[in-house]
């Protein structure tokens, strides 16, 4: 399938999502410097995410509900949705929910927040860039309709950045010793490869939004790999 300028643009615009991560790690830090309260500079990100993803639900509500406002938003965001979001809640809505989770779940450890809704975003990216572009080219077959050299591009990035990127972002691993354990990166590497691949299902018909849950699990393994060896 070639590349499309829809597909590009799509992700490009998703980039901005990154100031989600960022937020939700550095931004305390900077509100106590303005004068804030070391609790209130901490829920903040919570706060901001939460009033995001309320205007966001009711957004994809009303859209759904009003022709007008349906066309209005197709106008503005249509060429860079996929053709499920177009009658179906969008992905920018289910990863706002994702950072929303995450900054809740890991409310002691932002840096795990930090780094699982990045390299969430950027595989997720990659994955469907290089499996637009190259995907089938050196492995035919396919799973879950997603083609192996978009998995493994996500694989490496994840792995890239956990390696090679997060050891040196200001702070962000202060308490780790300056650098994530090889098993941690592997393993989270991994699990943000197969649950953005596998479907997730609870039953025959519900499927979790991989945009809300692979952050969210990814974190999870994480946390509890560093608990229980480190």
């Avoid at 070639?2 to 550095?26: C, S």
């Avoid at 995410?49 to 197709?74: C, D, P, W």
């Avoid at 040196?168 to 300056?178: A, E, I």
């Amino acid at each position: 399938m070639p590349l499309t300028r829809e597909e590009i643009n799509r992700k490009v615009l998703h980039l901005g999502a990154l100031l989600m991560p960022a937020g939700i790690f550095y931004a305390p830090e900077i509100f106590v410097s303005l004068g804030m309260t070391e609790l209130l500079s901490r829920w903040t990100p919570s706060i901001v995410l939460a009033i995001l993803f309320s205007g966001s639900v009711i957004v994809e509500k009303i859209r759904m509900k009003n022709e007008f406002v349906q066309k209005l938003f197709m106008g503005m965001f249509g060429s860079m949705l996929r053709n499920e979001e177009k009658t179906a809640t969008t992905g920018s809505t289910w990863i706002i929910g994702s950072a929303l989770i995450c900054s809740i779940l890991f409310f002691d450890h932002p840096e795990i927040s930090l780094m699982t809704l990045t390299v969430f975003i950027l595989g997720d990216a990659v994955a469907a860039l290089a499996g637009q572009s190259i995907g089938g080219r050196y492995f035919k077959v396919k799973l879950w309709r997603k083609s192996i050299e978009g998995s493994l591009s996500c694989f490496f990035l994840c792995l890239v950045f956990f390696i090679g990127l997060f050891p040196f972002l200001p702070h962000l691993l202060d308490k780790w010793g300056n650098s994530v354990p090889l098993l941690i990166a592997i393993s989270a590497a991994l699990s943000t490869t197969i649950f953005e691949l596998v479907p997730l299902k609870i039953g025959k018909t519900l499927v979790i939004n991989d945009n809300l849950a692979v952050p969210v699990i990814t974190g999870s393994v994480m946390l509890l790999l560093r608990h229980f060896f480190y």
